[in-house]
């Protein structure tokens, strides 16, 4: 076996046309066996080359505008959720490339395997090349082979460049993810056991409150797709909000503020929005930046400065942080406090709580729609805090103040 290409594009007459035209003097044969078509190439031989015979065995699912569901039992389906599983668990150097690559997993509809019967193909890697550049393919490899490009099983892209090896080895810089269907939702198909018990238990602390549940309501990203905000991002961004909040509550003027912020050299942490908010913090404005004291809460405790993220039915009391734990105090430097913070919490923990705030956050919303409320819970607590948390799990990629909170 030299490789198999994945592809959410399907078309086994693609590969014959492209086959046919490549090799006009090629015997092309085709057939059906179980599952799976297959086409062989057969090229004759000549004076100073013997004959070679290529083989393609070539299968997609039944239904390839949807994503997998969980009860999808096709072989090829569950050769899939295999995959997302085997790449999950592989180390990476770049961590954006393995996120892309998982996602690109959930779009697969096809698979075809390339193998040499006889004899040896002539422009053999070139056709290789040419197929993975028409189904935006990425490749399964074992070393020792025409395209190989490590000394252990591994995975390319559709330029034959190494994607991601067992070494974690990556040499891509980025990975397109593309569909054909506009209506295939990539972001729910294979689940790993990890993302169903995290809602499971997510569900089991709303039903023991009485909170009603949305059984589908789909699952957060796993731990393996989610690149957290580092330790110095998230201090960075807990200290620029606690000086924000200073004006929020009329503790400081906007210009005090924005002097405070250029003195240590903390206005590169300011949003654009906020940097809109001091130049004019009207009183609706400042009620509104005031509840960015649950996003600060959230915050610490990411980066383990609040032991317990406390469960939402009442608004955090900050009197509560001790001032060493804090970001700002007169009698500090911010910078020494951001420079501190080296660690945060597991991606587990961050996407188990982000988890359950968009649950909570879902029966919020839905009481608000139907003019209710839910008992034992504060919307506005609970609103922030998933905000905070979706800027963490870097959730579709927005800066801060386009985070959305999608229920």
Known sequence: MICTLYAHQTGFDKIRDILTTGFPQAQIATGKEGDSDWIQLNLPGGFLRKESSLLIRYRQRTDTANPIGPQESEDIANNIRGLYGYVAQLPCDNEKVHALFL?????????????QVAGKTKDLVPLIGHLAEDFDAVLFVQPGTPISRSDTQHFLDKNLEL??????????????????????????????????????????????????????LPCVESAAETILRTPAEIAQRATALAVISLVANSVLTGEEATSYLHDYQLWQYVTPGE???????????QRKESWKSECIYTLLWAVGKIEVLAFPDEQCNMNNIPPEDYPIDPDKDPQQYIAAVTTSRSKEEILDAADLYYRLDWACVDARINNQTVAGLDAGVVYERHYALNWLIRYSDQEWDDVSCDT
């Open 103 to 115: 996602q690109k997993i959930t779009t697969l509809n096809c698979e075809f395997s390339v193998e």
């Open 163 to 216: 994607l991601l090896d067992q070494e974690g080895r990556c040499h891509v810089k980025t990975l397109d993810v593309r569909v054909n269907v506009e209506d295939f939702d990539h972001t729910a198909i294979v689940l790993l056991p990890e993302q169903e018990e995290r809602k499971a238990r997510s569900e089991a602390v709303l039903a023991a409150r009485n909170i009603q549940i949305n059984r589908h």
């Open 275 to 285: 940097k809109d908010f001091l130049a004019n913090p009207t009183p609706e404005r």
